[in-house]
């Protein structure tokens, strides 16, 4: 009886210690965007000065793909900057890239530095990746997934482009030498804040906000015209 009991003790204690390591592996699980994006999704910049103009173009190509459109392969340098581009200036801090598939809204957020946790939770919420840039380089990436406490990334510079690579081993981390280098000089980012993609075309609804004037406050108008902003998106984008 005894004997019976101690074999239930260690049975039940085995089961809670499985238990345990399968949660733990589910809450250090990488994210899985990279994992599965084509080889041919990834970008080379084709002249200096463009690479959040690329990273952004990589962005479009991965939500695109990873909701199951076939027009990914058409998003090159030429169709991204006609939606996300200012000529002179560089990268705009919000833009929409619309067509007759998908309508994506993309949005600037400033950094001031970024623990590996908060990034981690930032991949978490955009498997399509996040345009991750670091001013001080200045360079910019799509930062596409992670696995335990490594980043990796699509880095459009000619020297790293064409695959999925560590951030440590991107222009970035070469320019400031670690990854923790990096994440501590992150300046911004931009990220999907929206998206409605459909291969067959847009509903009746999504055309109507498609065809929606874009409003831009006066406010948001000085924002992205003033020297100020200029010469820092000018700098982005040297």
């Not at 589910?26 to 599965?36: K, R, S, V, W």
């Not at 990796?152 to 280098?181: E, F, I, K, M, T």
Request: charged share 20%.
């Amino acid at each position: 009886m005894q004997f019976s009991q101690k074999r239930k003790s260690i049975f039940g204690i085995l089961i809670i210690f499985a238990l345990c390591f399968g949660l733990l592996a589910a809450l250090t699980a990488p994210a899985q965007a990279a994992e599965i994006l084509p080889q041919e999704l990834y970008m080379e910049q084709s002249r200096g000065g463009i690479c959040t103009m690329v990273s952004s173009a990589m962005l479009l190509r991965s939500a695109l793909y990873l909701d199951g459109s076939e027009h990914w392969s058409e998003i090159d340098e030429s169709t991204a900057a006609s939606y996300c581009w200012l000529y002179g200036s560089g990268l705009l801090y919000d833009w929409t890239f619309e067509t007759d598939y998908a309508r994506i809204s993309v949005s600037h957020t400033p950094l001031y530095g970024i623990t590996a946790e908060e990034l981690k939770a930032l991949l978490d919420e955009h498997p399509e990746g996040i345009v991750f840039y670091c001013g001080g380089v200045p360079h910019a990436v799509l930062l596409t997934d992670y696995e335990d406490d490594t980043f990796y990334c699509a880095d459009p510079a000619p020297y790293c482009s064409g695959s999925r690579v560590p951030l440590a081993d991107s222009w970035l981390g070469y320019r400031l030498g670690s990854q923790d280098n990096v994440l501590a000089c992150a300046t911004a980012y931009w990220s999907i804040t929206d998206s409605q993609i459909n291969d067959n075309g847009l509903s009746d609804g999504q055309e109507a906000a498609a065809e929606a004037p874009v409003i831009v406050t006066e406010a948001k108008m000085e924002l992205q015209t003033s020297a100020p902003v200029k010469d820092t998106i000018r700098a982005l984008n040297a």
